[in-house]
């Protein structure tokens, strides 16, 4: 295979109300598209894209979709790209949250939160692998694009860099930001770049 650079594009800001926000398909901001917008136009000048990918909510699908067709380029959309499944919880005010669980944010970071109807962070990390290794091995081109969610994004770059789930957390890549590896089938990936959007 040769190599590639991959670019992991976080969606931008959206009105989630103080509600926790997995798979609740809320809708960007306008601010938060304009921020997506600004990071694009850097990503495509680094170099042409040459195929996408993106989560199925709203907030990163519809933004795919826009820009896929604007470049011509191929867009996978996959459900295994979505964000982490809260189940139950979705939905409930973070606040009321944090009063009757104070614990959920590092028990969730440390991969030992159990949620009502919602799926295990072993499953979570299983299922955005999967979708990972599926489009690599079909998309083609030097430029791959993947426009997703913030824990997407970490557990990519724990996999991919070769790094524990805490210190991959330590990448923070902000809303409507992106980060860009480059990578060599048999190598470790290398971070090339780590930035947020461009102030409007």
């Keep these: 295979?040769?190599?590639?650079?991959?670019t992991l594009l976080r969606h931008g800001e959206i009105d989630h109300q103080g509600l926790l926000t997995g798979q609740?398909?809320?809708?960007l901001t306008t601010e938060g598209?304009?921020?997506?917008?600004r990071s694009w136009?850097?990503?495509a000048a680094l170099?042409?894209?040459?195929?996408?990918?993106?989560?199925?909510?709203?907030?990163?699908?519809?933004?795919?979709?826009r820009r896929a067709l604007a470049a011509s380029v191929p867009l996978k959309v996959d459900e295994?790209?979505?964000?982490?499944?809260?189940?139950?919880?979705?939905?409930?005010?973070?606040?009321?949250?944090?009063?009757?669980?104070?614990?959920?944010?590092?028990?969730?970071?440390?991969?030992?939160?159990?949620?009502?109807?919602?799926?295990?962070?072993?499953?979570?990390?299983?299922?955005?692998l999967s979708g990972f290794s599926e489009w690599i091995a079909a998309s083609r081109g030097c430029h791959r694009v993947l426009v997703t969610h913030g824990a997407v994004i970490t557990t990519l770059l724990a996999e991919l860099l070769d790094?524990?789930?805490a210190v991959a957390r330590l990448i923070t890549v902000q809303p409507?930001?992106?980060?860009?590896?480059?990578?060599?089938q048999a190598h470790p990936a290398y971070l090339m770049r780590l930035d947020a959007p461009l102030p409007g």
Excluded at 24 to 27: C, G, I, Q
Excluded at 98 to 127: C, D, N, V
């Design 33 to 37: 598209g304009a921020a997506m917008d």
């Design 80 to 128: 295994r790209f979505a964000e982490f499944d809260f189940g139950d919880w979705d939905g409930r005010a973070q606040s009321e949250l944090a009063t009757a669980e104070p614990h959920w944010e590092q028990a969730w970071q440390t991969g030992k939160l159990a949620l009502p109807g919602g799926e295990s962070p072993e499953r979570f990390h299983t299922r955005v």
């Design 1 to 6: 295979m040769n190599p590639y650079t991959l």
């Design 163 to 165: 790094m524990e789930l």
């Design 47 to 65: 170099a042409p894209v040459s195929s996408m990918a993106t989560s199925p909510l709203a907030r990163c699908r519809e933004f795919a979709v």
């Design 176 to 184: 409507g930001g992106f980060v860009q590896l480059s990578i060599l």
């Design 41 to 43: 136009q850097q990503i």
């Design 24 to 27: 609740r398909d809320v809708p």
